[in-house]
């Protein structure tokens, strides 16, 4: 069983357009997050979602907003797709009462034209 | 406020020599450490990690790191690496206090040469 899956795993599309990515874990973690890796694999946290409380990076521009329909998703929604969005997002869940160790999801990569 | 930083940002090294991979963090709070790593094209995993306790900490794969708290230092070792151990390795502290804060460092890029 896949403990952090990611869909979908490539995402190809043009500049302007509306995205989601969608998040699972099945670990039963309470926490969640949002990571985007840009070309020079430097790995920059976008949010973390821990009993329905939301913590936002403050750079992240607001085009991106979480959603979490209950504990075990975490979905990433893009507007108006800019060039620069083009990255490897990966989400990632943790265990707060077990010292946080993230369990990340094999990453979506995704290509703005 | 917490940051993280690795101090190189690539390692070149030969089959079966030495490593070390040093990271520097700074935080106001307590914080658990960890070391993940990132092979290509797929995702971060668990390497080792510092909660508490010996601050000598043995991973998976023969990795093993020491935290300093003088020194604000957590340095990864290997004693004896292999062309497999070819991958990005990042740093990173999760603060203590605050559920989902965490901070990663930019990565240090490990290459084994035969």
């Known amino acids: 069983d896949t403990a952090v899956s990611q869909t979908p795993k490539y995402l190809v599309t043009q500049m302007g357009n509306d995205k989601s990515i969608k998040c699972e874990q099945n670990?039963?973690?309470?926490?969640m997050y949002w990571y985007k890796q840009d070309s020079k694999k430097f790995l920059k946290i976008m949010f973390s979602?821990?009993?329905?409380?939301?913590?936002i990076n403050e750079t992240v521009p607001n085009r991106f907003s979480p959603k979490s329909p209950d504990k075990a998703h975490l979905n990433l929604h893009i507007n108006s797709l800019e060039l620069g969005d083009s990255a490897v997002y990966f989400c990632?869940?943790?265990?707060?009462?077990?010292?946080?160790?993230?369990?990340f999801g094999p990453g979506t990569r995704l290509t703005v034209l | 406020a917490q940051s993280v930083t690795q101090l190189d940002s690539q390692v070149p090294v030969f089959e079966e020599a030495p490593v070390e991979l040093r990271c520097n963090y700074s935080?106001?709070?307590?914080?658990?450490l960890f070391w993940y790593v990132q092979y290509p094209n797929q995702g971060l995993q668990l390497l080792l990690k510092?909660?508490?306790?010996?601050?000598l900490v043995k991973g998976i794969n023969g990795f093993e790191a020491e935290f300093n708290k003088s020194q604000t230092s957590f340095h990864l070792r290997k004693p004896s690496v292999h062309i497999s151990d070819t991958a990005e390795y990042f740093c990173?502290?999760?603060?203590?206090?605050?559920?989902?804060?965490?901070?990663f460092g930019d990565g240090t890029t490990l290459t084994v040469k035969p």
């Open positions: 990632a869940s943790s265990q707060e009462s077990t010292g946080r160790e993230q369990f």
């Open positions: 670990l039963g973690h309470d926490t």
């Open positions: 979602y821990n009993n329905k409380e939301l913590i």
């Open positions: 935080s106001s709070v307590s914080v658990y």
């Open positions: 510092y909660l508490s306790g010996s601050t």
């Open positions: 990173a502290v999760s603060d203590l206090v605050y559920a989902g804060k965490s901070t």
